[in-house]
């Protein structure tokens, strides 16, 4: 069989589909509902992209306040925790429930990994997190803060505790930081900590087109991670509207506020409503769980939405997030539309 020739850990890898279920109302996938012009660009085609995207990494660097070689690019950040998968390697210690994709890289490259749950407010069980920690002395911690998809913030001082205690490196990716109280961030303890990595990315605040994310560390370990980067990781377009766009800083911020007031609004609503449990957020997008008894279940209750023309993503079962969805915060009227969906599903069950 010619399906012999694949590595027997992709064969059992389940396929990162991402389906494409025909809704205008799109709140499943953590982008903004706000895009930018792309404008106009006269880049030429024949030529390779700037491979250090120096212009884009000085650009960051003086916005963030960190040097240009303290940042590493990367066509988003999937691209870079695959990255540092490769340049360092298993085993990989995961909090869950989080982003899927650390751990989804980490069996393509047939690394180990731990998942270690989190405590029952969705913040690190420290006790569970230092003896894992002890028994497999990972290589890499990932930290996803604020976390995808239960939108809190783990509590600073255990991240630092973990950081403090940690042989490998932590990476405390940043994804949603931007929604967050301002300030609230690991960035400006870089120089403090040789072994802590921050990731960003421009994903969530409207530039999810043009693919780019950034890692951001100590000078030689980006140096090092910077060896198996591929050349040409991000293209020319996406460096130049990049700064272009960025550069509009009022456009960027008013879009994030939009998206934080609407995000404490439906906060509210959900909050109100009989038979939702909805979790407080710093991010993009808000944690919900259907309480209701009756026969509306998970499943039901995400088609129901889907014929309102709504998509928000349904998140696995069989675990603390049993009967739990993500609904990313859209325009104002497209929360008012979930919102009213939500009501007439729940009136009519
Ligand atoms: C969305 C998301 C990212 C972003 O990935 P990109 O590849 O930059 O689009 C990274 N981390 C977390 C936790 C996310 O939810």
Redesign the pocket.
Known sequence: MIEDLIKPNIKALMAYTIEATPCSIRLDA?ESPYGFPLGQFRLPTNRYPDPEAVALRRFLAYKWGVEPECILHGN???ELIYYLLTAVGGPVLIPTPT?SMYRVIAESLGEGYIMVPLDERFDLDMEATFMAMDKYNPKLIFL?RPN?PTGNSFTFGRVIEVIEKAGGLVIV?E?YQPFSPRGDSFVDLLPRYRNLLVMR?L??IGL?AL?L?FLLGDKPLIEMINKVRLPYNVNSLSQAAAIGILEDEHSIDKAVSSVVDERDKLFAELSKLQGIEAYPSNANFILFKLTLNGSLNAEIFHKKLIEDDILIKKLAGGGPLDNCFRVTVGTPKENAAFITSLNKIIKNN
């Open positions: 953590n988003g950040s999937d982003f996803s995808n990716d994804a990315t994903s969530k999810a693919r994310g």
